[in-house]
C-alpha cells in the first residue's frame, strides 16, 4: 500500500535498481572465474620419470618449455636456457665440446671424450652435450631440464642434472604444416617448418626442417695483412618422422635427422689486455690488476685495484707457447716478448688471427620408440 503514494518514475527507477543489483553478482562470478582461468597453470605432460605425467605432479626439481613457451621467451638454442632456468649455466668449452652447468657442477675436463656432469637427451637418449647447444630447435614438443643428481633414472654422467630435448611426433588424422622466415642484419637468412600428413587412419608422417645463413660480422686479420669476414654461419636440418597405432594398446614412431654446418665461427670473443711487463715466473701475458712493483695494489679494504684492461698484446713471456719455447732454447731467455711494440685495433668486431676459424659440423641420427600398454601398469617406452 505504500507504493501506490510513489510516482511511476520512482517506481521505474527502483525497478533499474532492482536488475542492477540482480546482474551485479553475475557480472562478479564471470570476473572471478575469468580471474581463476588466469590464475590457472597449463598443464605440460613431461616423461622426466620415464612415463607421462603431468609437471605438476613430478616430485623432481623440472623446468618444461613447450613450443609456446619457447617462441614467448625467445629459446631457439640450447645457450638461451640459461637466462630462463635458475641454477643453468651453458657455454663453449676449452678445445672441446660444450659445457653444462647445473647447480655449480659442471665438467671442466679440457677433452671430448671426458665424462659429462651433465645428461643430455633427444628423445630421452644420450647425445653429445655439444649438439644440443650448436644447433637450433626447431619442431620441438617441449624442452625438459631436471635439476639434481638423476643416475637413477637416466644413469651416469648426470651428477648435475639432465636436458631433455623431445621432438614433436607426427599428429594421427590432422593435416597441418607451419613456415616462418625472417631476415635481418648482415643478410641474416632463417627459415623453419614443419608439415603433418596423415598415412590412413592409424599412421602419419611428419617432416620439418630448419635452415640459417648469415655473412660474417668480424673481421680476421692475416699475418700477410689480408682480411676476412669471420663469425658467419651456413647450415641445415632435415628431420622426418613416422608413426601410429598398431594395435589399441601398441603405438611406435621412427625417426631420420640430418644436419649440416659448415661456419666461420670463433671459438670466443676479442679479448682486451694490458701488457703484464713483469720478468719470468711472475708474467701473467695480461694483467688483471694494477701492479706495484711485483705485487698487485689493494685498496683499502684489500680488495685489487682494478682497471679498464687495454688494447694492447698479451706478453708470450707470460704465456705456455713462450714458456715452452724458452725452454727449447728458441728464445735468448725468460721475459723475451715477441709481441713487444705490437697494439691490437681499437674495434671490438677486428683482431688478429693466424688462421680463418673454421666450424665443421655434420650428424645422422636414426631413433625408435615402441610403446606398449599393459593391464594394471603405466605406459612404458622402449
Known sequence: ??????????LLAGASALAISIAAPAAMAQDEEAASDARTLNTIVVTTQKRDESIQDVPIAVSAFDPEALDRLNISTGQDLQFNIPNFQASQGNFSAGSISIRGIANAAVGASSDAAVGTHINGVPASGSFVLETEFYDMERIEILRGPQGTLYGRNATGGVLNAVTAKPQLGEYSGKIDGSYGEFSNKKLTGFLNVPVGENFA??????????????????????????????????????????????????????????????????????????????NQGCVPFETDGLGYARNADGSPVEIA??????????????????????????????????????????????????????????????????????????
Do not use: H
Not at 500500500?1 to 520512482?10: D, E, L, N, P, V
Not at 719455447?325 to 683482431?351: H, I, K, M, P, W
Open 1 to 10: 500500500m505504500k507504493f501506490t503514494r510513489y510516482s511511476s518514475s520512482i
Open 205 to 282: 608422417a611428419r617432416i620439418a626442417g630448419f635452415y640459417l645463413k648469415r655473412d660474417g660480422y668480424s673481421t680476421a686479420i692475416l699475418p700477410d695483412g689480408s682480411s676476412n669476414k669471420v663469425d658467419g654461419r651456413d647450415l641445415w636440418a632435415l628431420r622426418a618422422t613416422i608413426g601410429g597405432d598398431l594395435t589399441e594398446r601398441a603405438s611406435f614412431w621412427a625417426s631420420y635427422e640430418r644436419y649440416e654446418e659448415d661456419s666461420t665461427r670463433t671459438r670466443s670473443t676479442k679479448q682486451l689486455c694490458t701488457k703484464d711487463d713483469r720478468p719470468f715466473p711472475f
Open 309 to 382: 684492461p687495454g688494447f694492447g698484446t698479451v706478453n708470450t713471456a707470460g704465456t705456455l707457447g713462450g714458456v715452452l719455447a724458452s725452454s727449447l732454447g728458441l728464445y735468448s731467455g725468460f721475459g723475451v716478448d715477441s709481441n713487444a711494440g705490437a697494439t691490437t685495433s681499437t674495434d671490438l668486431r677486428e683482431f688478429k688471427t693466424n688462421l680463418i676459424p673454421e666450424f665443421n659440423a655434420k650428424s645422422d641420427r636414426l631413433q625408435a620408440e615402441f610403446q606398449y600398454e599393459m593391464d594394471n601398469y603405466p605406459t612404458r617406452s622402449v
